[in-house]
């Protein structure tokens, strides 16, 4: 079977690539999709601990579960606050949005 | 039945790894936002065969069914209904390009080098034959506060997603 450190490895290229993304898009769903991939690579590190540390109780896996419902909130919310922003300003863009500046 | 056995080989993992980390890139850097969320979806499939790999399956299908089936499908939308696809011209990313990429080429090599030095334990015991029945349990006896509140977090997201989109009529 693989090692654990592998797996942990893959975790840690993808969630790099998930910050590079957030750290460098402009488009607000891209900065999402970014976020999504970034949820991904912690609950492949949370499954690949659940395998290898103790399989007897599987908390990693129920933890990827809670990370799934979290995710999924987030993607609902985030997207309907990118529509209303849309509406208003007409513009998908992060360094669009600065109504709050002062 | 087990299935770690029919893809034990570890050239099922490399080919994963290597199909999850281009698709990642390419939703990171691809130009149409669209072209991104469908590559937020292959990725999204590998990392579940990943899972897999990992002996878990019920984590595998709820992977794909969550992410694949309804959070793309939902970026798709907010797409269509935002963005003029064709208007590709515009600048996509802003001016942290370098001093981002440095950021995270940081971070990578701390991590890996981390992952490298540490001593990890070889694989405890056999998978579970039955992981969606002591998923289930765990999840309403250890977890069930946790439980509650999750789904208290989807109904208050549910509320808060119709009220940000519904139409702002007044004044």
Known sequence: MTPLSQYLALGAVIFVIGLFGVLTRRNAIGILISIEIMLGAVSLNLVAFSRFVETTTLNGQVFSVFVMTVAAGEAAVGLALILALYKSIKAVFADKFNMLKW | MNWSQLFSAPLAFKMLALAAVV??????????????????????FALSGVFVLLDADFLAVVQILIYVGAVV???????????????????????????????????????????????????????????????????????????????????????????????????
């Open chain 2, 73 to 171: 499908v939902l970026m798709i939308f907010a797409i269509v209904l935002t963005e003029r696809i064709t208007s590709t011209s515009v600048k996509q990313v802003n001016d942290l390009v370098v001093p981002g990429f440095l950021l995270c080429l940081a971070l990578l090599v701390g991590l890996i080098s981390v992952v490298r030095v540490a001593s990890w334990p070889s694989p405890a015991g056999g998978p579970q034959a039955d992981s969606i029945k002591i998923i289930g349990r765990q999840l309403l006896s250890t977890h069930v506060e946790a439980f509650e509140v999750a789904s208290v977090l989807l109904l208050a997201a549910l509320v808060g997603a119709v009220f940000l989109g519904k139409e702002i009529t007044k004044k």
């Open chain 2, 23 to 44: 698709f990642a890139v390419g939703a990171v850097t691809l130009r149409n936002v669209f072209h991104c969320a469908l590559s937020l979806a292959a990725m999204f």
